[in-house]
Every structure is written in structure tokens, then in C-alpha cells.
């Protein structure tokens, strides 16, 4: 199958591999990962090993906490602000997504939020600039969507907030390309696009952050109380942060976030080449500047014709090419771990249904 699914998302065949190795004797104590405590030696060097990959890949090496999480990068939604939203403060967003919106509501039953620069009147089309963001200086935190899952954007600049903290969900972008972490005072990701699969969300959070504990709310919900524990405070989703564990060390293998990026780019272009050639029988959904190359979203001249492609790319063994259902059209998630060939047989796929129905 040429696998397009937006996440849970495919993941490397060679981190499968090991894993099925792996699966029911672990490095030969005779049980399996999951059937040993999560303070068991063995448990506790993937742990530390894997915070310590994290970190390296996105060039941090010192100053931040990497904490295993439960709930989804959702959960995130609501911690971020019971965390750091404190009275008298404004949580402000940038609202460029159905993802980075619930944010900016959770942060809105939590106390005040406010939206510092929007892209939804214009269909999310195109990113908001640097000089469209009105940062309230009262602001306890900026929240962006570095790249919009379902929208199929993403941010080509950092935004500059001065001192006040800026949090990236990183949740379909995270390790596609080099990116300047030492920006963000928080980025988190579910895993389950470019990390491993569902079930662990990783927050990435300057130690700065993590000094004052917020006391106000359950123990459980403070990021404080995760990062004094190491992500043992309670058990955490062992599997899955050995799955993260697999991906990093491919993640080193293919060169980085720097090579990466490269294939990355070259794999989206073939699919949006093909888009801009087709004489508007192939539309984009996001303007050239603002294009992801995670998530390729277009649509085509009628959603009867949309339906029709998205029913013979399944003949033709493609999978997940449907766009959300709140959006419709044709989206592609070509994550890190989705092979050049995928790409080059989808825009091959497309030409040819062009040809047939054009
Ligand atoms: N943020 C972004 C950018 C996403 O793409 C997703 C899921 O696709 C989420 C948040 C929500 O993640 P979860 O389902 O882990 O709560």
C-alpha cells in the first residue's frame, strides 16, 4: 500500500521490523518491554535515551525538560493554559487551523485568550506575516500551529514575540526540517505523525518554565510534577515511547532533520508540480508560500470528481488521500517516514485520472 494516512500515520518498515523482533523477548530477558515495570533498568535507558535524541535532533542540548505525556496533543490544549495562564494574564494564538482554534478555545474556558492574528476569513489560504500578528503585551504566551494538519499549511518563519514565551504544537511537522527550537519555550507533538504511534504526546519545555509549580491545579495536570518524575510519576505509555524511541535513532540514520528536509521538499514537489501543471483541473487549497510538505491538500473540480479519485486511488492501492471531513477535497500526508516512490506513483496517479476525467 502506498500508505497517506494522516496519523496515526505510517511509520518506518525498519522500526517495524525491530519492533517485531523485539516484541516478545526484549534483549533477551525473556519477557517483553510491556511486561516489565516502567522503573525497571531496562525501562528507565530507553527513557533517558530517548529524551536525549529528542533533544539533539532539535538542536537542543541543554536548558529543556523532554516529558512522555498522556491524552494527545488535546490535552495539551487545556494544560498549556492551566500551567501558565495566570490571573491577570493573557494566553494569546495564532489561529491558522481547526487544531490551533480548539487551542484558543481551551485557553478560553481556562481564563482569558485572544487571538493575535487569524487566517480563517481567508479560507486559511495563506499564513499570517510577521507584521499581521498584534502580540498583546500582556501576553503570558504566544500558541502557534507550526503546521496545519488538516488546512495543509505551514509557518516558513518563526514568529518574533520578545520575552513573552512562544508554544508550538509541532504535532504534523515535528523533525520534517530544521527548525530554530531555541525560539519556543514549549513544543509539543502527539507522536503518532513523524514520532511513532499514538498514545504518547511529547512536551518539550524550558527549564525556566518548570521552576515556579502551579499549585492551583492537580498534581497530575503540572507539567513541574512530570519533570521532577522524569515522565515516572505515573506509568507512562511504555510501548509507544520505545516506538519514539526506534524513530529517533532512524530519524539520526537518515541524516537528520536536514536531510530529511530535502526529501521531504523533493517528495511534496512532485504531488504540487503536478498540481500546478494541471490547468486548474487540480486546485490547491494553500497559497504557494504557505504550503506544507507534510500534508498536500487540493481539491478538484467537483466533489463527485472527488470522490471518484479518492475511490480509484483505493483500486490503485493508495490510502488516506480523503481530506478531513471538515475541509473535504484530497489530502495527502506525506510524513517523514511516507518513500519518494509513494510520492512519484500518486503524481503518476494523477496525471493519468487528469487524462481520463479532464
Ligand atoms: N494538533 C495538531 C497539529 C494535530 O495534527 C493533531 C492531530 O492530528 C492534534 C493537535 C490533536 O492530536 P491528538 O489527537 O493527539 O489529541
Same mark, same amino acid.
Given at each position: /500500500?502506498?500508505?497517506?494516512?494522516?496519523?496515526?500515520?505510517?511509520?518506518?518498515?525498519?522500526?517495524?521490523?525491530?519492533?517485531?523482533?523485539?516484541?516478545?523477548? @526484549?534483549?533477551?530477558?525473556?519477557?517483553?518491554?510491556?511486561?516489565?515495570?516502567?522503573?525497571?533498568?531496562?525501562?528507565?535507558?530507553?527513557?533517558?535515551?530517548?529524551?536525549?535524541?529528542?533533544?539533539?535532533?532539535?538542536?537542543?542540548?541543554? %536548558?529543556y525538560q523532554v516529558l512522555f505525556l %498522556?491524552?494527545?496533543?488535546?490535552?495539551?490544549?487545556?494544560?498549556?493554559?492551566?500551567?501558565?495562564?495566570?490571573?491577570? *494574564?493573557?494566553?494569546? @494564538?495564532?489561529?491558522?487551523?481547526?487544531?490551533?482554534?480548539?487551542?484558543?478555545?481551551?485557553?478560553?474556558?481556562?481564563?482569558? /485568550?485572544?487571538?493575535?492574528?487569524?487566517?480563517?476569513?481567508? *479560507?486559511?489560504?495563506?499564513?499570517?506575516?510577521?507584521?499581521?500578528?498584534?502580540?498583546?503585551?500582556?501576553?503570558?504566551?504566544?500558541?502557534?500551529?507550526?503546521?496545519?494538519?488538516?488546512?495543509?499549511?505551514?509557518?516558513?518563519?518563526?514568529?518574533?514575540?520578545g520575552d513573552i514565551p512562544l508554544i508550538?504544537?509541532?504535532?504534523?511537522?515535528?523533525?520534517?526540517?530544521?527548525?530554530?527550537?531555541?525560539?519556543?519555550?514549549?513544543?509539543?507533538? %502527539?507522536?503518532?505523525?513523524?514520532? !511513532?504511534?499514538? %498514545?504518547?504526546?511529547?512536551?518539550?519545555?524550558?527549564?525556566?518554565?518548570?521552576?515556579?509549580?502551579?499549585?492551583?491545579?492537580?498534581?497530575?495536570?503540572?507539567?513541574?510534577?512530570?519533570?521532577?518524575?522524569?515522565?515516572?510519576?505515573?506509568?507512562?505509555?511504555?510501548?509507544?515511547? @520505545?516506538?519514539?524511541?526506534?524513530?529517533?535513532?532512524?530519524?539520526?540514520?537518515?541524516?537528520?532533520?536536514?536531510?530529511?528536509?530535502?526529501?521531504?521538499?523533493?517528495?511534496?514537489?512532485?504531488?504540487?508540480?503536478?498540481?500546478?501543471?494541471?490547468?486548474?483541473?487540480?486546485? !490547491?487549497?494553500?497559497?504557494?508560500?504557505?504550503?506544507?510538505?507534510?500534508?498536500?491538500?487540493?481539491?478538484?473540480?467537483?466533489?463527485?470528481?472527488?470522490?471518484?479519485?479518492?475511490?480509484?486511488?483505493?483500486?490503485?492501492?493508495?490510502?488516506?488521500?480523503?481530506?478531513?471531513?471538515?475541509?473535504?477535497?484530497?489530502?495527502?500526508?506525506?510524513?517523514? /517516514?511516507?518513500?519518494?516512490?509513494?510520492?512519484?506513483?500518486?503524481?503518476?496517479?494523477?496525471?493519468?485520472?487528469? *487524462?481520463?476525467?479532464?
Amino acid at each position: /500500500a502506498y500508505n497517506f494516512n494522516p496519523g496515526p500515520a505510517m511509520l518506518p518498515l525498519e522500526v517495524l521490523q525491530q519492533a517485531q523482533e523485539q516484541f516478545v523477548d @526484549y534483549n533477551g530477558i525473556g519477557m517483553s518491554l510491556m511486561e516489565i515495570s516502567h522503573r525497571s533498568k531496562e525501562y528507565e535507558a530507553i527513557n533517558s535515551e530517548t529524551q536525549q535524541l529528542l533533544l539533539k535532533l532539535l538542536g537542543l542540548e541543554s %536548558g529543556y525538560q523532554v516529558l512522555f505525556l %498522556g491524552g494527545g496533543a488535546s490535552t495539551q490544549f487545556a494544560t498549556i493554559p492551566l500551567n501558565f495562564l495566570k490571573p491577570g *494574564k493573557v494566553g494569546s @494564538y495564532i489561529i491558522t487551523g481547526n487544531f490551533s482554534e480548539k487551542a484558543y478555545q481551551e485557553g478560553q474556558v481556562v481564563g482569558e /485568550a485572544k487571538i493575535a492574528a487569524s487566517n480563517k476569513a481567508g *479560507k486559511w489560504r495563506s499564513l499570517p506575516k510577521q507584521s499581521e500578528i498584534e502580540l498583546d503585551p500582556n501576553s503570558a504566551y504566544l500558541h502557534m500551529t507550526t503546521n496545519n494538519t488538516i488546512e495543509g499549511s505551514q509557518f516558513s518563519y518563526i514568529p518574533e514575540t520578545g520575552d513573552i514565551p512562544l508554544i508550538g504544537d509541532m504535532t504534523s511537522g515535528i523533525l520534517s526540517r530544521p527548525i530554530d527550537a531555541k525560539k519556543f519555550s514549549m513544543i509539543y507533538a %502527539g507522536a503518532q505523525k513523524n514520532l !511513532g504511534p499514538s %498514545g504518547v504526546t511529547i512536551a518539550v519545555i524550558r527549564d525556566e518554565w518548570l521552576q515556579e509549580e502551579p499549585k492551583h491545579i492537580p498534581s497530575i495536570l503540572r507539567y513541574t510534577t512530570h519533570a521532577s518524575n522524569s515522565s515516572l510519576y505515573n506509568t507512562p505509555p511504555v510501548h509507544s515511547i @520505545y516506538m519514539v524511541n526506534l524513530v529517533l535513532k532512524w530519524v539520526r540514520d537518515q541524516g537528520g532533520v536536514v536531510e530529511l528536509e530535502k526529501k521531504n521538499i523533493a517528495k511534496s514537489n512532485l504531488v504540487y508540480d503536478i498540481i500546478d501543471a494541471s490547468g486548474g483541473f487540480y486546485s !490547491g487549497n494553500i497559497d504557494a508560500d504557505s504550503r506544507s510538505i507534510m500534508n498536500i491538500t487540493f481539491r478538484l473540480p467537483s466533489e463527485e470528481l472527488e470522490k471518484k479519485f479518492v475511490k480509484e486511488s483505493q483500486q490503485h492501492n493508495f490510502v488516506g488521500l480523503a481530506g478531513h471531513r471538515s475541509v473535504g477535497g484530497i489530502r495527502a500526508s506525506a510524513y517523514n /517516514a511516507v518513500p519518494h516512490e509513494a510520492c512519484q506513483a500518486l503524481a503518476e496517479f494523477m496525471v493519468e485520472f487528469q *487524462k481520463n476525467n479532464g
